[in-house]
T-cell receptor, first 115, second 114 residues
Framework: DAMVIQNPRYQVTQFGKPVTLSCSQTLNHNVMYWYQQKSSQAPKLLFHYYDKDFNNEADTPDNFQSRRPNTSFCFLDIRSPGLGDAAMYLC??????????????FGDGTRLSIL | AQTVTQSQPEMSVQEAETVTLSCTYDTSENNYYLFWYKQPPSRQMILVIRQEAYKQQNATENRFSVNFQKAAKSFSLKISDSQLGDTAMYFCAFMGQGAQKLVFGQGTRLTINP
């Protein structure tokens, strides 16, 4: 089945130690998103790629970076994680080639813990 | 900027009952899209139902239907014959015309009791 896959499901890192979360998709969607979701809160958009074009949200800290080497993969890099970065990170995709306002398809998320 | 408000942080009903989740939004746009997403505990977020603002007819997907009141900027979700598997966090979301980004409400935690 076509899907959005996030690895790992759980990630533990140390305070200040760089960490990378990965997302892959078999939907061939051209738009990919990264969200941060803290407990019992709505997902907060960090950035998204429309094809190769990177779109950063104004309030996303510089500590968060992203890479999209090809259509299928997208990475979230946290350069120096702080305790406040502990959260669930959601990857989502949508088919922007079908026009705007297409539904987003989400992965299972990666829960990041900071020691 | 658009905002989405879900005024019910938590709801709880018995299995087989009907439940309605509220959502209001604020926008100056005339054409836009509204969504309800479901996020079960420790599981992925999935789309429940979608409504185009230019369509007057309320969207329906099996047991899920919406009451879209454009003038009132209201977009409630009705779940009929609720099932245990409907237990989840429900997010109302807005997407503007030509946009690629969702604006989420705060969510409503729905519990279906046996």
């Amino acid at each position: 089945d076509a899907m959005v896959i996030q690895n790992p499901r759980y990630q533990v890192t140390q305070f200040g130690k760089p960490v990378t979360l990965s997302c892959s998709q078999t939907l061939n969607h051209n738009v990919m998103y990264w969200y941060q979701q803290k407990s019992s809160q709505a997902p907060k958009l960090l950035f998204h790629y429309y094809d190769k074009d990177f779109n950063n949200e104004a309030d996303t800290p510089d500590n968060f970076q992203s890479r999209r080497p090809n259509t299928s993969f997208c990475f979230l890099d946290i350069r120096s994680p702080g305790l406040g970065d502990a959260a669930m990170y959601l990857c989502a995709t949508s088919n922007g080639n079908r026009g705007h306002n297409q539904p987003q398809h989400f992965g299972d998320g990666t829960r990041l813990s900071i020691l | 900027a658009q905002t989405v408000t879900q005024s019910q942080p938590e709801m709880s009903v018995q299995e087989a009952e009907t439940v309605t989740l509220s959502c209001t939004y604020d926008t100056s746009e005339n054409n836009y899209y509204l969504f309800w997403y479901k996020q079960p505990p420790s599981r992925q977020m999935i789309l429940v139902i979608r409504q185009e603002a230019y369509k007057q007819q309320n969207a329906t997907e099996n047991r899920f239907s919406v009451n879209f009141q454009k003038a009132a900027k209201s977009f409630s979700l009705k779940i009929s014959d609720s099932q245990l598997g409907d237990t989840a966090m429900y997010f109302c979301a807005f997407m503007g015309q030509g946009a690629q980004k969702l604006v989420f409400g705060q969510g409503t935690r729905l519990t279906i009791n046996p």
